[in-house]
């Protein structure tokens, strides 16, 4: 009986191939057992515990039955047992230990993994001044540990299930059953079920274009991300929904609106107040980055619509680029100094950065190949993309940005005009995964 399971698993599993598929033999009370186990995903310490038991048996006190043994003479906590060969070989994949015994029905199940895992530290990129300083990691067990520390309620649910035939990797659906939106909740259940996709290459991305087939000239997101573990406590009090995925270290929240996209965890570690002067003045910037350069290239192309006071404005020196050429060169450019930023070490990004800024605001002005107030406007809008959290918001705001400038030095004020219906229309028109509209501020 045992010769036949050990050489199915070995059948499916490349045990003599693979340096880190363990196949441990031993005798357990008498008879013939065998573990099976992933080198790297078990508790060495507990295992061992476990093993000195189990050899302590001797053929008078072994049980009859896996459930028998499991449950009086193994000595830990997370032990289930198994009979489907399905199972069997995706909880060892999944880092489970999986122990056989000639005669017994099921295969027991010990499960005292352990993931390699980093500390749990402030996100990089949504910081707080005065909030707590945890954030979420990629093992998915610690993430609904941080959330639950929060949470202390019994209605606080979170639903484990697998994509991907191959990956078959955890997705965890928290939410609170006493606040949810039911339909939200069941249409969100029901995608998940019928996914049948091979694997999830991108985690969170892949799951994101799985739930939500977005439409590629509309690139305002459709989800909320967050590496904060309080900011999603607080959404699931509020009655959203969180999706984690395993590997990721961050949450998605639905459903979401352009006015949950503009917000952080500042807006609320404050009095309500400044709270709500942190609100409008990042809504008021974000305005400022999309239609700043456009009016700029739309005044200069009309100059007589400029009052007296504000001459000043116009551009004195001389133009030997037109300025949409100029706008668009420094867009590129300023990407480029981002992706720059990303790929260089953490000890040369200050002295570079330094140098670039020199190279470019100085030289580039003095070279001809830039007017000093296109430099300066393009500078504010570099600076305040980072006033609100939302990369992906930022980027749909740029796009939104380019294309109001091309309008506009095609059309004048006409492209101007058509520009902006097209972004009033792109944000009213664009629809969520709960179907609400992005300018939906309804709290449940």
């Not at 399905?86 to 005669?103: A, Q, Y």
Request: contains cysteine; aromatic residues 12%.
């Amino acid at each position: 009986m045992i010769q036949e399971n050990i050489s199915y698993i070995n059948e499916i599993l490349p045990v003599k191939e693979s340096f880190d598929i363990i196949e441990r033999d031993m005798i357990i009370g008498g008879r013939e057992s065998c573990f099976f186990f992933i080198d790297g995903f078990m508790k060495d310490e507990v295992m061992s515990k476990v093993m000195d038991t189990l050899f302590k048996l001797t053929p008078e006190e072994m049980p009859k039955t896996a459930t028998e043994l499991s449950r009086t003479m193994i000595s830990y906590v997370e032990i289930d047992t198994f009979s489907e060969y399905d199972e069997i070989i995706k909880n060892i994949l999944s880092g489970v230990s999986c122990l056989f015994v000639d005669g017994f029905e099921s295969c027991i199940a010990i499960d005292c993994r352990t993931y390699p895992s980093r500390s749990v530290d402030e996100p990089a990129q949504d910081k707080s001044l005065r909030g707590s300083r945890d954030g979420f990691v990629e093992t998915i067990v610690f993430n609904t540990a941080l959330m639950r520390r929060r949470i202390r309620d019994p209605h606080l649910t979170m639903k484990m299930t697998e994509i991907g035939k191959s990956s078959r990797t955890d997705v965890a659906l928290c939410y609170m059953s006493d606040r949810v939106d039911q339909n939200l909740l069941s249409l969100l259940t029901q995608k998940l079920e019928a996914m049948q996709e091979e694997d999830l290459k991108m985690n969170q991305q892949s799951l994101a274009e799985l739930l939500f087939k977005r439409k590629w000239y509309n690139p305002f997101p459709k989800f909320k991300y967050t590496e904060r573990p309080d900011t999603a406590a607080a959404c699931l009090l509020e009655g959203k929904i969180i999706l984690l995925v395993d590997t990721s270290p961050s949450a998605m929240i639905l459903p979401t609106s352009i006015f949950d996209m503009i917000e952080e965890a500042n807006d609320y570690y404050f009095p309500t107040l400044t709270g709500i002067y942190l609100k409008i003045s990042r809504g008021l910037i974000t305005l400022m980055t999309i239609f700043l350069t456009p009016l700029f290239l739309l005044f200069m192309q009309n100059p007589q619509w400029i009052p007296e006071i504000f001459d000043f404005v116009l551009v004195r020196s001389t133009v030997n680029i037109p300025l949409y050429f100029q706008l668009l060169l420094l867009e590129l450019s300023i990407d480029g100094l981002r992706l720059a930023a990303l790929n260089t070490p953490s000890m040369l990004s200050t002295p570079l950065s330094v140098i670039a800024g020199i190279v470019m605001g100085e030289f580039s002005v003095q070279s001809g190949w830039f007017n000093s107030e296109i430099m300066l406007y393009m500078a504010f809008v570099a600076v305040a993309n980072y006033t609100q959290p939302n990369f992906e918001l930022g980027y749909a705001l740029k796009f939104m940005r380019l294309l109001l400038l091309t309008l506009t030095a095609l059309f004048d004020w006409i492209g101007f005009a058509a520009g902006c219906i097209i972004i009033v229309c792109s944000i009213c028109f664009n629809r969520t995964v709960s179907g609400r509209s992005y300018l939906n501020i309804r709290r449940n």
